[in-house]
């Protein structure tokens, strides 16, 4: 191993992963995303249990105490390795700790200090190996190498851009609004306006964009947000998240389990298309009916 084939011409990104535990989700808050915009996470030297020598092989410290001049490298006792050092001036001379902000990192493999930042990092526990991954185990920081970051950030504009076409489409159709709402677990008021519905559905489209997709992107939305109508009219009933007609047969095609998807599914049908017109029937003569007593 040389210094050609270990520093070569790739970066590397390090990630902070925003989450919403402090309900925080203005962009603009310096509190964004869980961490203020003046906080420092710092992550320490190896010394711990000797874990330079766990985390670089005896090739990679030794091509390192080359290309930093540095012979004593390997030892933990280094001053390579010390915090806060300072030369004989008073200024720093310390590469440690690694301070980690939330407006990230990029560090290149080619860059001998850049290399052993990356090494540390990457056996660093409370940073994750990809963004999914630092989301599961809830984590503030990812690391990304250049080719992934790229990836991503095509699936990102992508993603964004779908999220925001659906939201453009729907924007205008309450009960759509008050179902995407509802379907996170915040039923609006019976009374919310239009621009209410909106705001919350553009905050979910912001923090919740996977969701948001999943929800609005449906086959069978039209038919779930149907079903939220027959239930507050008592035309279908409801237990256990599972759905049944008034005589208590589950509503469902042979086969599918009677949740909101099988019974959208239904209704979606050849077969249970029949009743799912009945069905909407019954609801335009209720109103009907209750347009008049308001007239």
Known sequence: MNKETLFVDEKVFV????????????K????????????KVAITAPLIDNRIKS???????????KALNIPDLSSQFSDFWK??????DGMSNSIFPIFLKKEGLILNKKN????????????????GESIADAKNKDLQFALIKESDEFKKEIFDINHKKKAWKLYEKFEED???????????????ASFATKDFLQNEAYK??????????????????????AITGFLKYKLINK?????????GVPIALDGDKNDITGCAKYFASGIGQEEYLLLKNKIDILNKKVSKKED
């Open 55 to 65: 985390i670089f092989s005896e090739e990679e410290l030794e091509v390192l105490s």
């Open 83 to 88: 915090e806060y050092v300072v030369d004989k």
């Open 15 to 26: 990630r902070y992963i925003p989450n919403f535990k402090n309900q925080i989700t203005d």
């Open 112 to 127: 001998p200090v850049d290399y052993i930042y990356i090494k540390i990092l990457e056996d660093c526990p409370i940073i």
């Open 239 to 247: 237990s256990n998240n599972l759905y049944y007609t008034e005589k």
């Open 174 to 188: 309450q009960d759509a609004l008050r179902f995407l709402i509802s379907s996170i677990g915040k039923a609006p």
């Open 204 to 225: 979910i489209m912001e923090t919740k964009q996977k969701m948001f997709i999943s929800i609005l992107d449906d086959e069978f939305l039209t038919e779930k947000i």
């Open 28 to 39: 603009t808050h310096p509190e964004y995303g869980g961490l203020s915009n003046n906080s």
